[in-house]
């Protein structure tokens, strides 16, 4: 009983389609990318009806795509879709045609007052269930397990003891609430998907089909060729450029990690090291202005704050995360010897300035979506216009020139990537819908000050592990969607502001893909490096220690995301580096020379106590740094040819 309960809840796998359902579901990713480019940018079909179109689109596609639990086709074979997938892909397709023709009635209509018709009920419950279903197969049974909570929570308040008890809910009132209002399927999430993120995935992939994604590798290869450790920071810069387009560190570390991890493995790093320089660069890829993965755009809608301020926000605490990987593995590549890539036969070096020259027309549609960013146009109108720009630049790069057949493909690879991250955000809806019903946010609020005793750095540390286990194995999205909705009242009610509290957030969600023991970026790394999963998170977790830092840093130190004065912003950034390479220093045991333990503990004291917005902590971290260097320093003079014969 027991085993066939568990298979209920395992994920599916992506079907390797026959030439025939191959045709089938291209044609319909074609029309899914068709009705998002007519209606999204512009406006030309009516929100409500969009959304419900692109959830229905999305439940078909997943249902032809991916297999259920009870699949028993070999792994790799082509196979055709079975009857029941077949079945329940078209009742999605009908769900869109009833949105389709019935969204302005629904839209019109009084939630809560307006009786559901036999009809509507029948709808309604459609969607749900379905939405669990696609959930379970290509999201897994962590958020699975999420919405069912919250499900539950929705029915049992009347049944519940004291502070959680609430008055409950019909089973009419929720469906209501859930499939025909923008608090449950199709809210913000769903709203953010069926936009933004869909144009800026649509640029991610015809910027990599024009050879845009080449070009970040050459580039950085050029920039890190001769350092030492190469191959890994290739990878760190490399992911950082991609990654921003990409919106998933999954993605994100098949396409780059497949070229740079390889490369790490044959200069000698191990495999666990070299997946996790991968993952960890990957991770942080949706928190580099100026696209920032997706998430930045949930917080456009979550938080009301406008698209430049929090790219312009985000840029010194980016470039802290990436500064803090660089600066691990430029250590680890000391201490064990490691080769520049350039040292590599097989590998040719380029200069940077030649890269540049020969493919300076690549950085054409990433100018044109900053400057289109900062004139403040609707970032879904500046994805397409970023596409558009690639398509035309493609025209006068030789053996990329992308025609109708090459834009094709681009659209239906679109439409397959957003799979994932649509029915992850229609999930998010059922779960943000539980909170709204029941009040659960305010509640959440005022059990974080009861259990802190209204101690801010514990409210900081409670939010931080909520969004880590609330974004096990979910796109970055979903679970900063999640945690915002629950969490960000609380960080405001002690005081932070709201940029800070909403990137706070963004952060450990986007972390959490490479945080053990669900590290879905540390386990696509692993496949690729042929390591283990666990200690390739483990390592990623050591190399990303400034992702855990950094967002505490600028909770207390404010200046460190623009909100303050010149001098206090350049303070910030200089005592927040220094206290990044003190820390990255310690854990690598390397500061211009071998460390020993007591120089390491001292260093990560230094590096801790740096965070503290306080005077006398900063004066102490630099009493504790230089006392390190100092130390150091008079070692080396000890050990350099002829300082014995000086004594």
């Not at 009857?83 to 939630?111: E, H, M, Q, Y």
């Not at 505490?552 to 303050?564: H, Q, W």
Request: hydrophobic share 55%; proline share 6%; aromatic share 12%.
């Amino acid at each position: 009983m027991f085993p066939v309960l568990s298979r209920l809840f395992e994920e599916g796998r992506r079907r390797k389609l026959n030439p025939f359902w191959t045709k089938i579901t291209g044609a319909l990713l074609f029309l899914f990318a068709a009705v998002e480019i007519y209606g999204a940018p512009f406006g030309f079909v009516d929100s409500f009806i969009l959304r419900g179109v692109f959830v229905a689109f999305a439940l078909s596609l997943t249902f032809l795509c991916y297999t259920p639990f009870f699949s028993s086709a070999p792994r790799g074979a082509e196979e055709k879709v079975p009857l029941p997938d077949i079945i329940l892909a078209c009742a999605s397709l009908l769900l869109g045609v009833w949105f389709a023709l019935n969204g302005k009635d629904i839209v019109d209509r009084w939630t809560g007052v307006d009786p559901l018709l036999p009809m509507d009920r029948a709808v309604t419950a459609a969607l749900v269930l379905l939405v669990l279903e696609v959930t379970r197969r290509t999201v897994g049974p962590v958020l699975l397990g999420i919405i069912l909570v919250f499900v539950a929570y929705s029915f049992a308040g009347p049944y519940l003891p004291g502070y959680f008890g609430h008055r409950g809910a019909s089973l009419e009132v929720f469906l209501d609430r859930m499939a025909y209002t923008y608090d449950g399927i199709l809210g913000t999430p769903v709203g953010v998907a069926c936009t933004y993120v869909f144009m800026f995935v649509l640029f991610g992939q015809v910027f990599n089909a024009a050879g845009g994604g080449n070009f970040f590798f050459r580039l950085a290869a050029s920039i890190a060729g001769r350092m030492r450790g190469g191959p890994a920071k290739i990878s760190v810069i490399a992911s950082a450029l991609y990654g921003t387009l990409s919106g998933s560190p999954v993605s994100d570390v098949v396409t780059t990690g497949s070229i740079t991890i390889p490369l790490m493995k044959r200069l000698g790093y191990g495999a666990d090291f070299s997946g996790a320089v991968s993952a960890s660069a990957c991770a942080g890829a949706s928190l580099m202005p100026p696209i920032m993965g997706t998430a930045a755009f949930l917080m456009v809608d979550v938080a009301g704050i406008p698209y430049l301020e929090i790219a312009l926000a985000a840029v010194i605490p980016s470039i802290l995360f990436y500064f803090g990987i660089m600066v691990q593995v430029h250590d680890r590549s000391v201490i064990t010897g490691m080769r520049p890539l350039s040292d590599d036969p097989r590998h040719r070096q380029e200069k940077a300035r030649t890269v540049l020259r020969e493919n300076w027309l690549y950085l054409v549609p990433i100018a044109v979506l900053v400057w289109l960013i900062t004139r403040r146009v609707n970032p879904t109108v500046v994805g397409l216009a970023a596409t558009a720009a690639t398509v035309v630049v493609s025209w006068f790069i030789p053996g990329h020139r992308m025609g109708l057949r090459e834009i094709c493909e681009a659209l239906r690879r679109t439409g397959g990537g957003i799979l994932t991250v649509a029915n992850a955000s229609a999930a998010a809806g059922l779960v943000i819908g539980g909170i709204m019903l029941t009040g659960l946010g305010g509640k959440f609020t005022s059990l974080v000050f009861a259990a802190t005793g209204g101690f801010s750095g514990l409210c900081l540390v409670m939010v931080a592990l909520v969004c880590i286990i609330l974004g096990m194995g979910m796109p970055v999205p979903a679970a900063y969607v999640l945690t915002a909705t629950l969490a960000a009242p609380a960080l405001l009610e002690f005081g932070f502001s709201l940029m800070s509290s909403h990137l706070f957030i963004v952060y450990f969600s986007a972390i959490s893909a490479i945080t053990p023991p669900v590290a879905v970026a540390a386990y696509a790394a692993a496949g690729i490096s042929e390591g283990n999963p666990n200690s390739t998170g483990a390592e990623a977790v050591k190399l990303s220690v400034a992702a855990y830092l950094v967002p505490f840093v600028f909770m207390y130190r404010p200046a460190l995301i623009l909100d303050g004065s010149a001098p206090e912003i350049i303070y910030a950034a200089l005592v927040s580096f220094l206290g990044i390479f003190s820390f990255a220093g310690g854990l690598e045991g390397w500061l211009c020379g071998r460390l020993g333990r007591r120089a390491r503990l001292l260093l990560i004291a230094a590096g801790m106590v740096f965070i503290w917005p306080d005077f006398r902590a900063d004066i102490a971290g630099f009493v504790l740094f230089g006392l390190v260097l100092s130390g150091q320093l008079a070692a080396r003079k000890r050990e350099m040819p002829g300082s014995a014969g000086r004594r």
